[in-house]
């Protein structure tokens, strides 16, 4: 079975030019998230999908990012304009409602973001 | 506010030695405490903790949960080099979602 799948899994922009993630979560996992991860940091949630519905963005700095999950599967995550502050890795995982809490939460590789 | 503070924040040990991670935390609700090694980028699963004092253990690795005193520790036996990556722990909370409330990571170096 295929795993949480990212690309690209590096990028290198300008400040101020856009750029978006793409995300495939394990088939059958309802539950999607981004996390941000700087550089010396743990994860934070950025956004959260139940299916295709957004339940929690309140991490989300919606001036410059957006997300979206269309038919509930592969999701999209965007940076427009970027800023030097957004280098990171970005992480997406996905888990399963009937696993229990905690297990069945898996990530993927993630997209290391270089804004120059 | 919640909050999720590991120590030390970095370690560099000889293999064969023992090791001890400490995650300490405030969250409110709290349900679960959760152990990830990240070696390159993807967080990996170690364990999950819901209940005090009942150790689990996975080869070499063992972890505990003490919900009174709010921290759990994480000892590694017998440190391998293949040990070295960035060990995170993770909070979560009985609130329905499952979202994680990650530490900032123990950096743990282990040299032959």
């Known amino acids: 079975e295929a795993g949480v799948v990212q690309s690209p899994r590096y990028k290198i922009i300008e400040k101020k030019q856009p750029v978006a993630f793409w995300c495939n979560p394990i088939s059958g996992h309802n539950t999607l998230y981004w996390y941000r991860q700087n550089l010396g940091q743990g994860p934070e949630l950025l956004i959260r999908?139940?299916?295709?519905?957004?339940?929690?963005d309140s991490q989300l700095p919606k001036d410059r990012f957006s997300a979206e999950r269309l038919k509930g599967v592969d999701s999209t995550l965007k940076i427009q304009p970027a800023e030097l502050g957004d280098s990171a890795v970005y992480l997406c995982a996905s888990s399963s409602r009937d696993s229990p809490q905690g297990y069945g939460y898996t990530f993927g590789s993630g997209t290391r973001l270089t804004v120059v | 506010e919640d909050k999720v503070v590991q120590s030390p924040l970095s370690l560099v040990v000889h293999e064969g030695d023992t090791v001890t991670l400490n995650c300490s935390y405030e969250?409110?609700?709290?349900?679960?405490l959760l152990w990830y090694k990240q070696e390159k980028k993807a967080p990996t699963f170690l364990f999950m903790l819901t209940s005090s004092g009942i150790e689990k253990k996975s080869g070499r690795l063992s972890s505990i949960l003490d919900k009174k005193e709010l921290f759990s520790i994480l000892n590694i036996t017998a440190t391998q080099t293949g040990d070295s990556a960035i060990y995170l722990c993770?909070?979560?909370?009985?609130?329905?979602?499952?979202?994680?409330?990650f530490g900032t990571g123990t950096r743990l170096t282990v040299i032959p």
């Open positions: 969250v409110t609700n709290f349900r679960s």
């Open positions: 999908y139940e299916n295709e519905e957004a339940v929690d």
């Open positions: 993770a909070a979560t909370k009985s609130a329905g979602a499952n979202n994680l409330f």
